[in-house]
């Protein structure tokens, strides 16, 4: 009957989803109209709600989905030992993939259709089209990170120094611009995204290198010693660390 296409799912008669809502039946098909929303955000949708099936949008196919749900024991988090494969789960009781991305070139300003194939049973009141909103971005590059450029110069027998230099990449969500940095540090730094410290080696000269990258989309600055004023700790690998934060643009 071709439900998931335009014209198939136009063709036959929908039960309204308040007479089936206390019914949550197996092989069964689902209609909605929704209008996209506004801005430049990547869309996805949350169908945490639902068991396994598969998903299409104005006759595209989004794809399978399945909430099979993750087991395990998420407390053990040391890596010393040998290896196994229970060490350091996470997710434990989540969902294995709970979002599914929506391309926006499916998409038409307004009655864009969702076909939903539910095999196993699931609350589709609770389906939702979701934005994904990026606040911060992080890099954590070495100042001797390989690079493509880097071994293609390496194999030719040239020498390019301008192209032996790592570089550390940010980049904010398209529509959003670079509107702060929140920690930069060359030298030795520690920690992860959000969490950050500076080490015992470190550039005073780390912030300002990094904040020529404020009101540009996507920035990217040489690592080298030169760059930064100076070596902070000669004879020593150094990585930068730093974390941007995101904004919409002006």
């Not at 979002?99 to 589709?124: A, C």
């Not at 540090?185 to 912030?207: D, L, N």
């Amino acid at each position: 009957m071709n439900l998931n296409s335009l014209e198939g799912a136009s063709s036959v008669e929908w039960m309204q989803g308040s007479l089936i809502a206390q019914n949550q039946m197996p092989l069964a098909w689902y209609r909605a109209y929704f209008d996209t929303p506004s801005g430049d955000e990547p869309l996805a949708l949350d169908m945490g709600s639902m068991g396994k099936g598969q998903i299409w949008i104005n006759g595209q196919s989004i794809g399978r989905y399945s909430l099979a749900y993750a087991t395990g024991d998420c407390k053990d988090y040391s890596y010393t030992g040998s290896f196994r494969a229970t060490k350091c789960q996470a997710g434990c009781g989540q969902p294995t993939q709970r979002w599914y991305h929506v391309p926006k070139s499916w998409l038409q300003p307004s009655r864009n259709l969702l076909v939903v194939f539910e095999e196993l049973g699931g609350d589709t009141s609770k389906i939702s089209l979701v934005k994904r909103s990026v606040s911060s971005v992080c890099a954590d590059v070495s100042e001797f990170h390989p690079s493509i450029k880097n071994w293609q110069t390496e194999s030719s027998g040239e020498a390019k120094p301008e192209l032996r230099r790592s570089k550390v990449h940010l980049r904010c969500a398209p529509g959003q611009s670079i509107s702060a940095i929140k920690f930069a540090s060359f030298g030795t730094p520690s920690g992860t995204c959000g969490s950050f410290e500076q080490g015992e080696c470190h550039s005073t000269k780390s912030q300002t290198v990094l904040e020529k990258c404020i009101g540009k989309q996507r920035c990217a600055v040489a690592i080298s010693p030169d760059n930064f004023g100076g070596d902070p700790c000669p004879n020593v690998m150094k990585r930068v660390a730093v974390e941007a934060v995101c904004s919409p643009g002006t």
